[in-house]
């Protein structure tokens, strides 16, 4: 792509994810802090009634309902199916208005700083986190990419350029100042970038990237009955990001017992204790982190 003629930032997709959904009210009301020249900036308010609710989702997790499958599926007809199309029809499938860059604002209740998630390997997506991790030490890199955007359930299939940050820890329905700005800082810095970029001002550098790449979710230890028995251990809360080594502490059981990690080489675990994925029982997703080259 030549030229970025349209860019979306998204908010409240998790209507209980507050730093984004107020983001997306600050820059409606203030419109000229995202306004740069050489392409429209525009605004969404993804799940206006689980925001509302205070909720994460109202039926469905809008995150997940992007596959291009089930936005074909006319038999689909949740609240959050029925969102989902809306904003493919905003955001997607009107040529006049598609958005060539969709930035969705996440966050967690997990220690994950400033998180960007990539979902493809696109080089500006690639060249645009590089500059983050590099102009902000609390950037991280999470790679989730998918084979193909038909297999990507997020708001970001909708756009091959953009990637969602997520940033934490904050609990679930409330507003924190210091990541706030940290996120609002770093929406300025995209827009900066991409201003740049549309200028033909990004030289072209063989730069290197930290990445960690997604290897597996890890379920809490579960009872025959599905019920959860053990908990983060005390030494692994809080440490995403952080090397994980065959025999370290992992869980501890309601009985005390530690159940330590037995895989047979190091990860780096992210999302560690999630309070969203507790309804899926997930404990934490493990990565390998490495070097590439740009």
Known sequence: MN??????????????????????????QFPDLITRHSFETVTLLANPNAFAAGRRYVEKDLNRCFLKQDLQNT??????ELQAKSIQNILGS???????????LHSSTANMGLTIILVN?????????????????LVRIYRCSFKSIS???????????????????????????????????????????????????????????????HLSVVDYPKQQDGKIFAMIHPEL???????????DPMFISFDNQTIVYE??????????????????GIAMCLTQKQQINI
């Open 263 to 280: 895989g047979v080489s190091t990860v780096w675990p992210i999302f560690i204790n999630e309070a969203a994925y507790y309804d899926q």
């Open 75 to 80: 038999t689909l007809n949740s609240y959050e």
């Open 3 to 28: 030229q970025i003629n349209r860019v979306a930032i998204v908010g409240g997709t998790h209507g209980n994810e507050f730093t984004g959904a107020y983001l997306i009210q600050k820059f409606a």
């Open 151 to 213: 297999e990507n359930p997020f708001v970001n299939s909708l756009c091959e350029l953009g990637f969602a940050i997520e940033v934490g820890p904050i609990a679930q329905g409330i507003l924190k100042a210091t990541l706030f700005q940290q996120t609002e800082e770093l929406v300025y810095a995209v827009l900066d970038y991409l201003e740049q970029f549309n200028q033909g001002k990004i030289a072209s550098t063989n730069e290197t990237l930290i990445l960690y790449d």
């Open 121 to 137: 390997n696109h080089p500006l997506n690639l060249q645009l986190a590089a500059y983050l991790s590099q102009i902000s030490p």
């Open 94 to 104: 009107n040529r006049n208005k598609q958005a060539d860059f969709i930035l969705d």
């Open 237 to 247: 809360q809080d440490k995403d990001y952080q090397a994980l080594n065959p025999g």
